[in-house]
């Protein structure tokens, strides 16, 4: 029988805050030794009180923008119950009944929306590592802002489950809200699926994936689980509601916890939080702090820069920031309704744009040191100067390339490209006059004569090595193009 | 309470403190004394007075500390097993204000485990004996504080009340005990019993010295989001201590479940304020009845979830037995705590089951608001309110112990002001024919704190 998979995905996403959703100590453990980012708040001593993290709350907003989702001006927390090392206070710190983040969407490359259900704040739990006759905990990550969002179970195949956590993710990113450093847990995804017959009203018994920290696994996950429940549905079975892990190595999802052994978490008011109550004039303010995001670049370069190579680089927030700067486009248009007013246009020719973006994909990120190259980009000016020089055919493709890759070099970039392109010797010959001479010089050597005769005769391939002679006398200066056409015409 | 005018030392005040503790050993005040750290501040303190310096408002003063105050001074216990070995490496806001202005802790008092109890005999080091009658309870959970202060050992002792906690031993002893506003005085370092309605608060033996205590202690703090901000010092109403002042008496509390003596007593002191000019209302507030039962969901469903913390895996017990997680867990917490803290664990885990939340700690919720609604009504009416502490004077040593709901109805009078969040002052306010003290409380709205400490002197 044929199914239509129905897909909702919760998503945990940590906060790139200074400090900890309740306590002053630093909330970035990375390359920390264990338990060496806890405060007494944290750890759970007796009579410590959570103090909240007004940073958490702003970039919770800019999360929220980020999803066209209604930011509530009346939001509180709730503590949710459950015994396990990992969570010292014996409960974790949540927004069960009020959220902070309402309704809205997200819209995929395909042009397919997703709604949000809602978002919350939320407390991360602390990390365990299981020995073979003990386990070892560690609190760094405890607390840690975390904010959980709810799609609506719009989702019905497994590659728009794909395409839903990356624009997610690069959602996040780009509001600038998390590291988004997925190996590390940055953002996990837990994946609801359930199966129904196609004309189905009722939806099927769902099973819940936890914990997947990749797009590719989010996907493979989807996969297996139709797979899994198609078989259980055909053979006349039922599915069991129930909580299930990945096996990445495998490639399968294997059951841990059923419905009936699921946990009473035996909410409550967070009598120690006071609610958050944030003014209209606030969120507008914080709102209006949103940058860019990615269906704003899709539109502002849609004919500029090839839509695959687009795609690439919004992977990148870095990347179209400095692309944006370069088109001269502002960066703040959020302020305007979300989705009403037309962005601004790109303020600079297409196709140096299109330079620039290519030798991002082409050559930043084929580069080793691209990760380190990313955290320091050539300043918009010189980019731009790269850009025209290029436009101008003062450089040659290969020697835009060069200089591109100086701009990064700490001992050339102060230079400024113009300055670096001159040191290398690197501007092309686009003086007539003087490329004749060139010419002239190339063609009164003995070993070019045989070529210019078969040239004569009707052979339009050695044209190719006398440019390319005239090239090496000009030590690689001289434009092509020009010079190809000087010895047309020389030797008509 | 200044000793700068250097009649006395601080070192002598410390040691004849210290020398009362000791001869009083009997009575169970006393939890840890602080001998050597007191010492060496009142050293420190006499050192300095001797050069001139200003040592504050408590300067050599000594004090006595509940055992759920966190402070490096020796083992924070909360008088439980589970927290047996547990030193505090923060201070908490409160203490570190007294220390600021040069006061002495020189131990930490005896409490009912966790602050259960209104008898101080659910301790871990057993009850406390009454300042009055060596065989009745001191009163609870702050008893060791309130005996402390009635033997004259100190001059004030701090204490917690989350539902009546100071006011009650206060009165059962025979001394003054404040429970302030909710948020007046930072709960930073100070171990939860129930979030919503803990109240840091002290016993102390004038008005004027609690009123000095008070402008000493309160204040936001940025540790505790729940601290109002700053108006214990503001200037105080004149209007409302204008001579005339109205004082209601609830009728819902004037029955034959009070004690006799305790009906007499309050009528003499209502009387009094007459004589003074004063004008008394009498109110009828429903409301008050729903009060222990709406306490009884939502402080025990606080309680379960603060105390889930103490799991043996971090500080203080664990018992040893265990070799799996689920056996540390359950081990630990069945062999560390009493069984009033069981008691109350599982009526709060029970009250916020799925399935149960709406049915009670909703509706105790609700019932809280309307409680709240019907203190704001009394006070359109009255300036302040006047009613007993607790229905009865200090009662036996193992009376009620077995018998929790009796226990829990001491409590009928004292638990709406925390619901509600207004402030009360327990009063003595004279003697049973057996010796035994009377105490009544004086209720004001929120934030009248100073105006309601100001007024009892009306009542001496």
């Known amino acids: 029988m044929k199914y239509i998979p129905t897909i909702g995905i919760e998503c945990h996403v940590q906060l790139c805050t200074k400090t900890k959703l309740f306590s002053e100590v630093d909330n970035d453990a990375r390359g920390k030794e264990p338990n060496s980012c806890v405060s007494p708040v944290d750890y759970a001593l007796p009579g410590m009180l959570p103090r909240l993290n007004g940073e958490a709350i702003r970039l919770a907003i800019l999360a929220g923008r980020a999803m066209n989702c209604e930011i509530n001006t009346w939001s509180r927390f709730d503590r949710k119950h459950y015994f396990y090392p990992d969570s010292p206070k014996g409960y974790q710190i949540t927004q069960f009944y009020e959220p902070i983040i309402g309704a809205g969407y997200v819209e995929l490359p395909s042009g397919t929306k997703i709604r949000i259900e809602h978002a919350h704040l939320e407390g991360d739990a602390g990390k365990l590592t299981h020995f073979n006759s003990y386990s070892l905990v ?5 607390d840690t802002p975390l904010i959980e969002i709810v799609s609506m179970p719009d989702i019905h195949s497994a590659s728009d489950a794909h395409d839903y956590a990356k624009e997610l993710w690069r959602l996040m990113c780009f509001a600038g809200v998390t590291y988004g450093d997925l190996y590390n847990g940055n953002m996990r995804f837990d994946v609801n699926i359930s199966l129904a017959p196609e004309g189905a009203e009722k939806l099927g018994t769902r099973a819940e994936v936890k914990n997947l920290n990749s797009f590719r696994s989010v996907e493979r996950a989807v996969e297996y689980e139709i797979k899994r429940q198609s078989k259980i549905l ?34 409550m008011p967070e009598p120690d939080l006071p609610p958050i109550n944030l003014s209209a004039e606030f969120i507008e303010n914080e709102s209006a702090k949103l940058p860019l995001m990615p269906s704003d670049y899709r539109e502002i370069f849609n004919g500029i820069i090839k839509s695959d190579i687009l795609e690439v680089l919004l992977d990148y927030p870095k990347l179209m920031e400095k692309l944006r700067e370069l088109g001269k486009v502002p960066g703040r248009e959020r302020s305007r309704p979300l989705g009403q007013a037309s962005l601004s246009p790109v303020n600079l020719p297409s196709s140096q744009i299109a330079t620039i973006s290519n030798l991002f994909t082409s050559v930043l990120l084929a580069e080793e040191k691209s990760a380190e190259y990313l955290n320091d980009l050539p300043s918009t000016a010189d980019l731009a100067e790269l850009a025209e020089m290029n436009e101008k055919k003062e450089l040659s493709s290969t020697a835009t390339k060069e200089v591109f890759l100086k701009l990064f070099d700490p001992q050339m970039k102060n230079h400024g490209a113009k300055q670096i392109a001159k040191e290398l010797g690197l501007i092309q010959e686009n003086d007539l006059g003087a490329l004749e001479k060139i010419v002239d010089v190339v063609l009164s050597k003995p070993e070019t004569q045989k070529a210019q005769e078969d040239f004569r005769a009707g052979s339009e391939k050695v044209l190719g090595f006398l440019v390319g002679q005239v090239m090496k006398e000009s030590r690689g200066k001289a434009n092509p193009g020009a010079v190809q056409e000087i010895l047309r015409k020389k030797l008509q | 309470m200044k000793i700068a005018n250097k009649k006395v030392t601080a070192e002598r005040l410390v040691k004849d403190a210290l020398a009362k503790a000791k001869h009083f050993a009997e009575y169970n005040i006393f939890t840890y004394l602080n001998e050597e750290e007191a010492l060496k501040k009142a050293r420190k303190i006499d050192a300095r007075i001797a050069r001139g310096e200003d040592v504050g408002k408590l300067a050599g003063v000594p004090y006595a500390l509940k055992d759920n105050f966190l402070s490096p ?43 259960h109890g209104s008898s101080t005999e659910n301790s871990y080091f057993g009850p406390t004996l009454n300042a009055h009658d060596k065989e009745r309870v001191a009163g609870g959970s702050s008893g060791g504080s309130a005996v402390a202060v009635a033997l004259d050992i100190v001059e004030f002792a701090t204490g917690t009340d989350t539902g009546g906690s100071i006011r009650q031993p206060a009165s059962f002893n025979g001394v003054y005990g404040f429970k302030p506003t909710y948020g007046c005085i930072s709960r930073y370092g100070v171990v939860a019993m129930a979030s919503s309605t803990d109240c840091i608060g002290f016993f ?9 205590l008070m402008s000493i202690a309160s204040g936001q703090d940025s540790k505790d989001m729940t601290t109002l901000p700053d108006y214990y010092n503001d200037e105080v109403s004149t209007e409302l201590n204008s001579s005339r002042a109205r004082v209601g008496i609830i009728k819902d509390f ?26 008394i209302v009498e109110l009828e507030m429903p409301a008050l009845k729903y009060a222990l039962a709406a306490y009884y969901i939502i402080v025990p469903a606080e309680v379960a979830s603060n105390l889930s913390r103490y799991d043996g895996v971090r500080y203080g017990f664990r018992s040893e037995k265990s070799d799996d997680l689920d056996a540390l867990y359950f081990n630990t917490r069945s062999e560390g705590f009493m069984p009033e803290n069981k008691r109350r664990i599982m009526i709060g885990n029970f009250v916020l089951s799925s399935g149960f939340y709406d049915a009670y700690f909703l509706k105790a919720a609700k019932a809280r608001t309307l409680i709240v609604k019907e203190y704001e009504k009394a006070f359109k009416k009255c300036d302040y309110l006047l009613t007993p502490v607790s229905p009865n004077p200090a009662f036996k040593l193992g009376e009620k112990v077995n018998d929790p709901v009796a226990m829990y109805l001491e409590d009928v009078m004292s638990v709406s002001l925390n619901l509600a969040g207004v402030p009360g002052l327990a009063i003595p306010a004279g003697k049973t024919k057996k010796g035994l003290p009377i105490g009544l409380q004086l209720v004001g709205p929120r934030r009248s704190d100073k105006n309601l400490i100001i007024f009892s002197k009306e009542l001496i």
């Not at chain 1, 560690?138 to 405890?142: A, K």
């Not at chain 2, 102390?204 to 000095?212: C, F, G, I, R, S």
């Not at chain 2, 034959?256 to 009387?271: N, Q, Y």
């Open chain 1, 138 to 142: 560690d609190l760094n990550r405890v």
């Open chain 1, 234 to 267: 055909d053979a006349g079975q039922k599915v069991v509601q129930e909580t299930r892990g990945w096996n990445d190595a495998k490639g399968e999802t294997t059951g841990q916890r059923s419905k009936e052994e699921a946990k009473d978490y035996r909410y």
């Open chain 2, 73 to 115: 001074e020796g083992e924070t216990t909360a008088s439980a097993h589970i927290l047996q070995g547990f030193v505090s490496p923060v201070t908490a806001t409160s203490v570190a204000k007294l220390e600021a202005e040069g006061a002495i802790m020189i131990g930490r008092t005896n409490m009912d485990a966790f602050a």
């Open chain 2, 204 to 212: 102390a033996k004038t008005p004027e010295d609690m009123d000095l």
């Open chain 2, 254 to 279: 004037d029955n034959e479940s009070v004690d006799p003596e305790i009906r007499e007593a309050l009528k003499t002191k209502c009387d009094a304020l007459k004589s003074k000019g004063h004008e």
